[in-house]
């Protein structure tokens, strides 16, 4: 028996099966074109395997109370044809199977808590800075819900006095997300964060902007972990360069060796690198098969 799991993002999905343990068996990646085309493939690939649960991180927003008549949906995405599709209910129709349904970023959270970075942490925060950015929460041992869920990187932040980009939220113009995802470094320097590796100033900037940002987390909600994940994260000049910026926003106030001694430990990369995502679904997995 194996466990079932879709990390399902605004540019790709990923399918894999795997284990209770989060070790990953076999993998297909295939482009999010309509819910129809896509979800084909992942019950193309399902379908060959006795599977006893399933794990969906998905890109939002989505419905993640259990007693309202759209659970399961992805609800008011900006994503073309994904708008009100109801996820869990097109998956049930081919599996009856316990199906576990969260955020992308809540997913790598728990995958992280569990076999990667976080591991034996009673809380952590998981932030991806790609094509969008999004922040999962773990805190007091469960993954943060309420009259959404956490939209962590939509939040303001202050501008740097040199900067005129006015930011490419459609939501907001000038939010965390609108000033330093992968599409506003690009649009704001004309090329993409992969081409810009040797210039100092894109990451000084960016690291601005997400140093600020983990600050606010920090002193929000006060994780034990800080794991930092995405495309853009993969540049090696960032984390550095953002620990300092944390370091400054706090100023001292935050009075623990986590940050003061150790941020170096505190503020990381995935443990599980670019698994984070599926092994988290795996998690939904086995926290549906579970309960």
């Known amino acids: 028996m194996y466990l079932g799991a879709i ?8 399918c894999a099966i795997g284990d209770r343990d989060g070790n990953v068996h076999e993998r297909v990646t295939f482009p999010t074109t309509t819910p129809e085309e896509t979800m084909r493939h992942v ?17 939002g927003p989505v419905d993640l109370n259990e007693q309202s008549l759209t659970y399961g949906y992805i ?5 073309p044809h994904w708008s009100n599709f109801n996820f869990v209910g097109a998956t049930k129709q081919h599996f009856d199977v316990p199906i576990g349904f969260d ?20 809380s952590c925060i998981y932030m991806t800075v790609g094509t969008g950015i999004g922040v999962g929460a773990i805190v007091e041992g469960r993954l943060v819900h309420g009259l959404l869920h956490p939209e962590m990187g939509h939040i303001l932040i202050r501008r740097h006095p040199n900067d005129e980009f006015a930011g490419s939220c459609p939501f907001h113009g000038d939010c ?11 649009k704001r320097w004309g090329k993409k964060g992969a081409e810009l590796s040797g210039r100092a100033d894109v990451w000084e900037l960016e690291a601005f902007y997400l140093g600020q940002a983990i600050a606010q987390y920090i002193l929000i909600l006060s994780p034990e972990q800080v794991i930092v994940g995405g ?61």
């Open 43 to 59: 019950i193309d690939f399902f379908k060959r395997y006795d599977l006893e649960a399933i794990g969906i991180g998905t890109f």
């Open 231 to 291: 495309g853009v994260a993969h540049q090696p000049s960032l984390l550095p360069l953002v620990r300092r910026y944390v370091l400054d926003c706090l100023n001292g106030y935050v009075q623990h060796d986590a940050i003061l001694q150790h941020i170096d430990d505190y503020i990381v990369l995935p443990g599980l690198g670019d698994n984070a995502g599926i092994c988290g679904a795996l998690a939904l997995a086995k926290q549906a098969l579970e309960k």
């Open 75 to 79: 609800t008011s995405t900006p994503k």
């Open 7 to 14: 990390e399902a993002g605004g540019t790709k999905f990923v």
């Open 103 to 122: 955020t992308d970023v809540n997913a790598a959270a728990l995958g992280e808590q569990l076999w990667g970075a976080a591991k034996g942490k009673n």
């Open 176 to 186: 965390l997300e609108g000033m330093a995802s992968g599409p506003a470094i690009e």
